[in-house]
């Protein structure tokens, strides 16, 4: 896909798996060229906390660049008793 006069870019979309462990993992693998990209999302903060022994560290092996969207999360539920 170009991206602009200067420059191309590739998408390559790779199946996450595993909670999007995977596909993380191999971006944290990846050389530090800053051509590889990573959307992170709220399933990466919960599997830091779900996960005992995960391969990466998120906040130590991956750095932000970009804010693409912010909004807010609302948990549901019924109340107790079923209600």
């Known amino acids: 896909m170009a991206v602009g006069a200067a420059w191309s870019a590739v998408h390559h979309r ?4 595993a909670g999007t462990n995977i596909g993380t993992e191999a971006v944290v693998r990846a050389p ?3 051509y590889t990209l990573l959307m992170v999302t709220t399933t990466h903060a919960t599997n830091a906390a779900l996960y005992d022994k995960l391969n990466f560290d998120l906040i ?5 660049i970009a804010g693409v969207f912010r909004g807010t999360t609302s948990p549901f539920g019924e109340p107790p008793g079923g209600g």
């Open 32 to 34: 530090a060229d800053g």
């Open 60 to 64: 130590r092996d991956i750095a932000p």
């Open 14 to 17: 790779k199946p996450a798996g």
